[in-house]
């Protein structure tokens, strides 16, 4: 029944070392996002997909980068993780550009070793 | 910067009192949402009320608005220790190519039995 689906649920990266996570919905929404969120913290938007368009936030560091193959799946990648990076990742989806309500998947947590 | 913030940060209950938290926002808004999130996991939408709409009812929950004070706030009746988790309120605005959700700092509910 899983919807929003992320994979790992838990990451453990060298510091440096590129890692990616992975997000893949069945749900055929057209848009989909990447919050990090830091411990006891709200989550905060890096970038949103709609369809193929990418939309960068102003404030998200050039170490963060997101492909978006097709409309399934969506991946986060963190060239040079610091140990600032360590977070929980949450990608979300929305049916489509006028849509309001966001439905997220289980997040992966990433620590940086 | 954030968009909304909540208080209290962190409220603690005894299972079948009633937990109201409160949400402030600064900036005009189309509508409002309250979103759920369990320790380690993804965020799970709760309630969306609009800002022609001053209250809301689903299940156990009542969320009000006032756009004049720029504040909503969110009830939960008769809580369970089910419903310990963080709680979040999340203001949406048209930006890149779809909606965004900004979300405020959260209140972590915690409901003993």
């Known amino acids: 029944d899983a919807m929003v689906i992320q994979n790992p649920r838990y990451q453990v990266t060298q510091f440096g070392k590129p890692v990616t996570l992975s997000c893949s919905q069945t749900?055929?929404?057209?848009?989909m996002y990447w919050y990090q969120q830091k411990s006891s913290q709200a989550p905060k938007l890096l970038f949103h997909?709609?369809?193929?368009?990418?939309?960068n936030e102003a404030d998200t560091p050039d170490n963060f980068q997101s492909r978006r193959p097709n409309t399934s799946f969506c991946f986060l990648d963190i060239r040079s993780p610091g140990l600032g990076d360590a977070a929980m990742y949450l990608c979300?989806?929305?049916?489509?550009?006028?849509?309001?309500?966001?439905?997220f998947g289980q997040g992966t947590r990433l620590t940086v070793v | 910067s954030q968009q909304g913030e909540e208080d209290p940060q962190a409220l603690s209950i005894q299972e079948g009192e009633n937990a109201t938290m409160n949400c402030s926002y600064k900036?005009?808004?189309?509508?409002l949402q309250w979103y759920r999130q369990n320790s380690g996991r993804g965020l799970v939408h709760l309630i969306l009320?609009?800002?022609?709409?001053r209250e809301k009812h689903s299940g156990r929950l009542r969320v009000t608005l006032d756009t004049s004070k720029k504040s909503s706030s969110l009830l939960i009746t008769a809580s369970r220790a089910a419903d310990t988790a963080s709680y979040f309120c999340?203001?949406?605005?048209?930006?890149?190519?779809?909606?965004?959700?900004?979300f405020g700092s959260g209140t972590q509910l915690t409901v003993l039995p």
């Open positions: 999340a203001t949406d605005a048209r930006g890149g190519s779809a909606r965004q959700l900004t």
């Open positions: 900036t005009s808004i189309n509508n």
């Open positions: 749900l055929n929404h057209n848009v």
């Open positions: 997909y709609y369809d193929k368009d990418f939309n």
């Open positions: 009320i609009r800002s022609n709409e």
């Open positions: 979300a989806t929305s049916r489509d550009r006028t849509s309001l309500e966001a439905f």
